[in-house]
């Protein structure tokens, strides 16, 4: 693994902490709000290998702890991949997990700095891929995003976004699905699954994230309330921005799996 333009905030690597399992934990706090996760990343991935090969140079967009990069090397050893975010918990558990392995970069930058692209070691992607995470923008901040990500997908790459995307034209089903799912998650509560809150107050006691975390919350705050438009407001900005097709591949009841070729 190579570090771009980080500093002590993230420097927690020689720690020894368990970095598996806090990758563990942070997959099993996802899954309470999302149980088919790893349905949407075995779509993402088939569409990878479909239109980018079994290789590809991947620019994981608001990785987080560095889930889609971890199914992404399982899958596709020979794959490299670019990592950038800005929370630096996250990004402590995501260069301890890939520790020493050069085909994993990972650059602290804040996506709504409009020069985040040049702190990037690649000018180009095959694929540009993020899950979960662009629903923290509002729609205007996130249409001028999705014009720099098809700057830096090649002629003939992919981008994918699976996040939150509410179709208002159908408060009714939106209506059943949410208080169905919430249901849910209620009961997985109850069984002893820990939610976003409650999660990251385990890490602000760990001896080594409590630092991060702390910076994390000072950046953030607890949430940031961004947008949730449709998949057809999405696939239509897209293909405004420069990507000849754009379209939902995957879909749950609140969730897309957003796909669009260059």
Known sequence: MTDTDTDTDTDTTATGADWLAWQESWDRQQEWYMPDREERFRI???????????????????????????????????ATSTGIDLDPALLAIAE???????????????????????????????????????????SEPLAALYGQVAELVRDGGVFMNADHMIDETTPRINAAERAQRHARMD??????????????????????LAGPTARRFEIYG???????????????????????????????PSDTLLLALK
Not at 47 to 74: N, Y
Not at 114 to 131: E, F, I, M, Q, R
Not at 191 to 208: F, H, N, S, T
Not at 223 to 247: C, I, N
């Open 187 to 208: 009961q997985a509560k109850r069984d002893g699954a820990l939610d976003w809150a409650e999660w990251w107050q385990l890490a602000g006691k760990d001896p080594v």
């Open 44 to 78: 993402m991935l088939d569409m990878v290998e479909a239109l980018a090969g079994p290789a590809p140079r991947v620019l994981d967009l608001a990785c987080g702890t560095g889930s889609i990069t971890a199914r992404l090397l399982r899958r596709f050893p020979e």
């Open 96 to 138: 301890g997990t890939f520790a020493g392995d050069e085909r994993v970069t990972f650059v602290t930058a804040d996506l709504k700095d409009p020069d985040w692209p040049a702190k990037l070691p690649y000018d180009s992607y095959d694929a540009v891929l993020t899950a979960t995470a662009l629903h923290w923008l509002h």
């Open 222 to 252: 607890e949430h940031a309330d961004g947008d949730t438009p449709s998949a057809a407001w999405h696939a239509r900005v897209l293909r405004e921005k420069g990507f000849g097709e754009a379209r939902a591949v995957w879909c749950s």
